[in-house]
């Protein structure tokens, strides 16, 4: 099964219409890291991430990980080795914090987009993560929390994304 982003304000999958929010300028085929778009194509996706110090492990077929505060997902365009991948923070490194401060990553599934053998500067740190506003994101696809955790009970790890 596929999830689908028919438009920048609706995600489908199955016979559910969910509610979201996707990049400030709008969907691209041509992402660069920065440019706060989303990338258009389709897509794998990865583990659940949480922080089970504000949340219970929720309901899913997807393997969850629990969020440390010392992971970070790296940005940094400087950094092929490491450009696009989970890593532990380190002074010279540019990376997105995942143990935030507000509640946006307190659930979250990466999109595998610039994935396997990932290319700087083509984007990095594309996930499905919550929002309560429905403000824009910086490319990434942002659910309420309730829409979250329904899409999680339903997804398994062979479903995929196609950003429309």
Known sequence: ?????????????????????????????????????????????????????????PLTRLKCIIIKKNMFWCDDVKNKKKYNKLIKKNKNTSAERLFRYDYKYDYFIPIKYNWNKPKVPLGSAIFIHLTKNYKPTAGCIGLSEKDFLILAKLITKKTKIKII
């Open 1 to 57: 099964m596929t999830i689908i982003l028919k438009n920048k304000h609706t995600l489908l999958f199955k016979e559910f219409c969910f509610k979201c929010c996707v990049g400030l300028e709008g969907i691209t085929a041509k992402k660069i890291e920065g440019d706060k778009k989303t990338p258009k194509g389709l897509f794998q996706l990865g583990n659940l991430y949480y922080r089970n110090d504000r949340n219970p492990k």
